[in-house]
């Protein structure tokens, strides 16, 4: 999947930087104090699972914003409360047109050949979701780089943080060329559980910048996020 390959050779190259890093004692911008910490972030999404922001037509980035509050118990791990909120618009990947599904008005996917007499819908090349995903969870914060004497004291984090969710959608289809509206108000609350890595550097004493890959497990779906981000 491209936003897979992308973030793979962006971590890698940051990840790479990180380890040449110079480990010097940064005590005026260390985020990794054992202390109860509450925290902002916003920025850009980009999503993967039945449509894409990497549309057939074109490229649709989406914008995060959220909250955190946690614990840090040492320069490695944390646990913390996370709720976060993200709007999508996606669109069919490049690599299904072929196979040119129809979504009927009962919100099944049917072949070409199969399709209903006097069903509704519309063909997935035609489909532009708009999308309002929230977030409310718990998840276990794991820096990799916190492991290494040479890069725990430096400005970059590595983090792994497996996490569990209750995460709410909130969807609209619409024809792609006319925008005019095929379903509203697709509303679903589900248990979502997965995990999220996260490569950040510290900019101040209270404010760094990153990039988050988040893959959401749900019912019948995957659900892969990245995010550029700013946290405070």
Known sequence: MRITRFFILLLATITFSATFVRAEELDS???????????????????ESNFTSFGVDKFRPGWNAGINAG???TSTWSLELVASWNHLSLSVQD???D????????????????IPSNMNGLYYNDILSRTFVQRYGLQVNFNLLGIFDRTKKGPWRLEVSPNIYAVNTHSNLLDRTSKASFQKNIVGWHLGYGG????????TENMLVGIQKICVMQKNFVKLIQKFTIMI
């Open 29 to 47: 911008l260390r985020q990794d104090r054992v202390s109860f910490y509450v925290g902002a972030h916003a920025g850009s999404s980009i999503a």
């Open 99 to 114: 196979y040119n599904y129809f979504l009927g008005s009962d919100l099944k996917r049917y072949h070409p050949e199969l």
């Open 196 to 203: 999220q890595l996260f490569s950040s550097y510290t900019l």
């Open 71 to 73: 614990y840090r118990f």
């Open 95 to 97: 690599c299904c047109i």
